[in-house]
């Protein structure tokens, strides 16, 4: 300051000059006034700002900044270069680096601002651009604070408006541009680091005085290596503030996030992740308002806890998600890849994932999902009651709705391979569809409107074992889940299905049904169609099969509560009962062509009835032996004694009781095999009809009406009468007729108690019986024809019989004039132990006969030009015989020329009305060898035909000795093929024909049939 010049002070608002008073000096030369005073004062004050304008702001700020910083405790501060223009509204600096005592130096590249001074009068802060760059900051968390480059960080102990509650001005901001780059934030949080790299960051347009206007921002950088880049715009001081953001990210390690994620409780965090997201939100009263779409892609991401899970890979594409503070609407796609979680001890992998959400609708009280689509490959799950997998399974779910209490969906389920295990059982299917129309559930009843299909299909539960290969059932199901009670109503197929229990095997070809079914403590049903195809059912244990049945049709069928079962009309065709293979096996006891059942019923007591019961072309098959009836008794089921099988059969009829309105068996035949004899019984009955009607065991005195026709060869049984089956004493009537009944097949059982064989003869007679309270009456009137007995085996022995004298002389004097033997045999008894007196009628016939003639004389006289040459029977001189017809070994069917002599002998028989052939059939041991070999080829044909193949001839005695009972069926089938050719083809009557007891002889006359005249 130059000296004699006094500072300049006012006082009232008036300048003052202090001591110093140079007005009215002189000074070079002129005066000096004091206009000249105050404008030296004024230059001397424009050159001091002048100089502080262009000197002190540099110096002073970098002063002012370096002192700062050291009052933050940085005790090393360097600022490279500072460029300060307050006029100018500029600010650059350059270079600064502060180090605090311990910890890294803070950096700063270049700061550059330019502002505008004028808007400041207006409390409005004007920034055309702010510049910073080379950032380097270092932050750490420090207890409940942080450090910043070593530097700890204070926290308010409370907001700037609770220490200040005085409010300021507001203050107009507007800045052109912000701009950062080339800077860096490292956090360090516990073990939470995070590497943040700005490469640039821009904001431009920000003002608070112009709230239309849009802020934008743009962002590239990284972030621990990641690429990250933002872009967007946004309203923050409009009344409702909004944002639009654009987001990208790319390879971010989610392994550098672990440890935040363990605060969260998720542990084992890892992976990369890939970001491209678009937001828009805007806040408005009600709350904020979103709309964000973008994909996220996860590669081997991975979590230990508190799930485990990992996968190769996972895509999220969000199409739609919106939120206006009320609803929320989402559209999304999820897509995985070798996925594998587990939570506790439940767990799942996929070899792939895929999840399509058309629409999710959500309002906080009712949500609503639409067009959902999942679909997954190779799909496992284990949990602590069992595990399920699936090839694939798809999910197509058109409509969802939950309000809370009540939820709808409508959709479809789709699975192959599929299977499940759990400790109630286990079950496969190659192929599953669940379609639902329309599902409802309001937390306790379930609705469903759809179908089921499946195929492969294997269930075991609870010892059932279940294989249906394919399930087809569509409907509406409704279960009650508290009580398991419900209906279902629709119609179901069944594909082959295969069902185990214990050890019993069903098995069927294809069924179908269609009602409705109501389940719960009990299960009531109506079905008005129900169809079986292909039933078998074996029993394993035992390899036996039990029944077959190729088809079965039931209409309205129904199923009481109580356990009572009725059909209007239930047909089963082709039924065959009771079988088994292998060594000592036997063929079907029982088979019917067609078995029908109209009105029939079983009631809750077990009581059984039916108003028709029609039973056509059953084959019985009756095989008895000393064991018991084949196929009909089983050893480990006979019953002791006859205690016990009458004990048996009392608790059967105190339990069940019968009604059946008619029952009839037509077109049927029975084959009986007696094998308790020394040689077989052959009897086959055929055609037999029979009809009974008003069977009831609740009426026992009721009369059971009934008619019987049988054949048995040529022969016809008739019968009809009345029996009361129901009584505790049966009582009834029966009458009947037999005609042309031939008796050789019954030989055996003359042989057993006589000791003799029948070689010829029928019989036809009358049959009536009464039974009075299981009293018998009544007597069987015969009439034998052409009776002879074959002539006696010396090696045999001999077997007492009832009568003294011997059989033939008894036949001879049992003929009348007719050559007939009539015997009327008195039945007596009772129903459980009859007693015809043979003797008794014997002796009757036999004191007729001595009145009249002792023995008749059989002549016959024939034309000299007779067509066959007449031998006589070497075995019986009294009778003449036509030449045998000859067979070839093991043959049983007529040569042509067998036929031409047939045709012959049939004129002849024709052409005289008292004439009677008898028909004799007889096989010896050269027979043997090819029924042996056939026997063979049919139970071992690979092995018989590679010997055929080969040309071996198998000796004769390696087949063992002769089997008796087939060389007599040999022989039987050839009187059987002669005499048909005479009645069928020949046009004799059958009754002129006779059939001889088949015999078997040694090697001497060879096979033939013998024409006995």
Known sequence: MTRGVCPIAFFHGRPIIGRMKLVGRMLWGYEVRRRHVVMAAAALVVLVLGLAGDLLPEAGFRWGLAKALRGLGMVEVSIDDTDISLFGGRLTVRKVVAQPALGKALGIGDFDLKFR????????????????????????????????NGLPLAVA????????????????????????????????????????????????????????RAVSFTLKGSLNGAAIALSGTAHPFAAEPSLAVAAQVQALALADFAALAARAGAEGLSGKADLSLTAEGVLLPSGPSVKVNGRLALDAPALTAPAAAKATRLDLEIGRLTWDGTRLDLAATLGAEALDAKVAETGGTAGRLDLELGGLAWDGAKAELSAVKFATEALAVTAPGGKGSAGKLSLDLKTLSWDGAKAALAGRIDGATLAGKGEGGEGTAAALALDAARLDWDGRRVGWQGGLKATGAHVAVAGHDAAPDAVDWTGHFDLDTADLAGQAEGKVGLGP????????????????????????????????????????????????????????????LKLARDGAVSVATLTADGVNALRKEGQGGYNWRLETKRLRLDRAARDGDGDVSADEVRIDGM?????????????????????????????????????????????????????????????????????????????????????????????????????????????????????GKITAFELPPLSPYLAEALGVNLQSGHFDGTLGVSADQGKLSGALNLALSQLFIAPPDPKAPAKPGKIDMPIATVLDLLRDGDDLIRLSLPIRGDTTNPDVDISDAVAQAVAGALKSTLLTTLKLAFPVAALIELAMDADDPSHLALPPLAFAPGIDALTPEHEKTLTAVAELVKGRAGLKLTLCG????????????????????????????????????????????????????????????????????????????????????????????
């Open 619 to 735: 084959l019985a098959r009756v095989n008895r032996t000393p064991e018991g009836l084949v196929g009909f008794i089983s050893d480990d089921k006979a019953p002791k004694d006859a205690k016990e099988t009458k004990a048996a059969r009392t608790r059967d009829e105190d339990t069940t009781d019968i009604r059946i309105g008619k029952l009839m068996v037509g077109d049927s035949r029975v084959n009986l095999r007696d094998r308790t004899m020394t040689e077989t019984v052959r009897i086959d009955v055929m055609p037999l009809d029979f009809i009974i009607t008003n069977l009831d065991s609740e009426a026992p005195d009721r009369d059971s009406a009934f008619e019987i026709k049988a054949g048995a060869g040529r022969g016809l049984i008739t019968a009809a009468g009345t029996v009361r089956p129901f009584a505790d004493k049966i009582s009834g009537r029966v009458d």
């Open 497 to 556: 299905l295969r069902l185990a229990v214990g050890d019993i095997r069903t098995g069927l070809r294809a069924a179908g049904a269609e009602g409705k079914v109501t389940f719960g403590k009990a299960v009531e049903a109506e079905l008005p169609k129900t169809r079986l195809d292909g039933l078998t059912v074996q029993d394993a244990a035992r390899k036996t099969d039990l029944a077959t049945v190729e088809r079965v049709e039931a209409q309205s």
């Open 117 to 148: 001074w004028r808007p400041l009068l207006d409390r409005r802060l004007v920034v055309d651009r702010v510049a910073v760059e080379g950032i380097d900051i270092d932050l750490k968390r420090d207890g409940d604070g942080f450090v910043l």
């Open 922 to 1013: 007889k096989a010896d041991d050269s027979d043997w060898p090819v029924v042996a070999a056939k026997r063979r080829s049919a139970d071992r044909p690979l092995l018989s035909k590679l010997e055929k193949l080969v040309g071996y001839d198998r000796p004769a005695e390696s087949f063992g000795p002769p089997d008796h009972n087939l060389l007599s069926a040999l022989a039987q089938r050839r009187t059987n093929a002669v005499r048909d050719f005479l009645a069928d083809k020949g046009g004799v009557e059958p009754s002129r024909l006779f059939g001889c007891r088949p015999m078997v002889e040694a090697a001497e006359k060879g096979p033939r049939v013998e024409l006995l005249l």
């Open 157 to 212: 102990a409370a907001p700037p408006s609770a220490q200040d509650p005085t409010p300021s001005p507001p203050w107009g901001i507007d800045v052109a541009g912000l701009e950062l780059t080339h800077s860096r934030l490292h956090v360090v949080d516990g073990d939470f680091v995070a590497d943040i790299a700005v490469e640039r960051l821009l904001v431009e347009n920000v003002n608070n005085l112009d709230p239309r």
